[in-house]
């Protein structure tokens, strides 16, 4: 079974202040792994898709890196608008998948200025 | 602003009764997604839609279930006989290719009494 886990759950930073997030998964044939982030009462909000081990996407404060078994989004000298959930997602190639997202359970970003 | 709108933004309905929700696209787009959160829970993945017809679904996609595009333009989602457990953030998502990330709707929060 196709599996995505976040950590932490819950993250409080000072602005400024650099952190990771962490994204291990198991889905079998990963065709892509996907970052969103998501404000309240909103729907998931691309940021990144991330295709083979050693890829790196940026976006302005964030930066999304891929291993064979984890991803990381890296947040540098974050601002209070950061502050959101952000989740990750697989999707895998196997069978008939038209692409279905499976994702963690998310981390809620705290930025206090 | 999501390139879908989904409506109604919140729906309140007795167990039991039948609900429709729906998604209207801007745009013609390929593929189509519903996905649910339940509050404190992970966005689940419920059903694929591509040409016209299902293309996957989850174990949570059962016979109370039903999807369908009448009319070239919105995408509905309707539950039949709802339940209690049916209360939950519904998303609509997006894309255009294999190759592109979804996009999500802001959601339509049911509500079952």
């Known amino acids: 079974e196709d599996q995505v886990t976040q950590s932490p759950e819950a993250l409080r930073l000072q602005e400024g202040e650099s952190s990771s997030l962490n994204c291990s998964y198991t889905?079998?044939?990963?065709?892509?792994l996907f970052w969103y982030r998501q404000d309240p009462g909103k729907g998931p909000e691309f940021l990144f898709t991330?295709?083979?081990a050693g890829e790196e996407k940026e976006k302005e404060r964030l930066k999304a890196t891929l291993t064979k078994k984890e991803s990381f989004l890296h947040i540098t000298a974050p601002k209070p608008e950061d502050s959101a959930t952000y989740l990750c997602?697989?999707?895998?190639?196997?069978?008939?998948?038209?692409?279905?997202?499976?994702f963690g359970q998310g981390t809620i970003l705290t930025v206090h200025p | 602003e999501p390139e879908v709108t989904q409506t109604p933004s919140h729906q309140v309905t007795q167990m039991g009764q039948e609900v429709i929700l729906r998604c209207v696209p801007i745009?013609?787009?390929?593929?189509f997604y519903w996905y649910r959160q339940i509050l404190g829970q992970k966005v689940e993945f419920l059903v694929s839609?591509?040409?016209?017809?299902?293309?996957?679904k989850s174990e949570i996609f059962d016979d109370q279930f039903s999807v369908e595009r009448p009319d070239g333009s919105n995408f509905t989602l309707k539950i039949r006989s709802t339940k209690l457990e049916d209360s939950a953030m519904y998303f609509c998502?997006?894309?255009?290719?294999?190759?592109?990330?979804?996009?999500f709707g802001d959601g339509t929060r049911l509500s079952i009494l």
């Open positions: 839609f591509y040409n016209n017809e299902i293309s996957e």
């Open positions: 998502a997006y894309r255009d290719t294999s190759n592109q990330p979804q996009h």
């Open positions: 997602a697989g999707s895998n190639a196997g069978g008939t998948s038209y692409g279905k997202l499976t």
């Open positions: 889905v079998s044939g990963l065709r892509g």
């Open positions: 745009s013609n787009h390929l593929y």
């Open positions: 991330l295709y083979s």
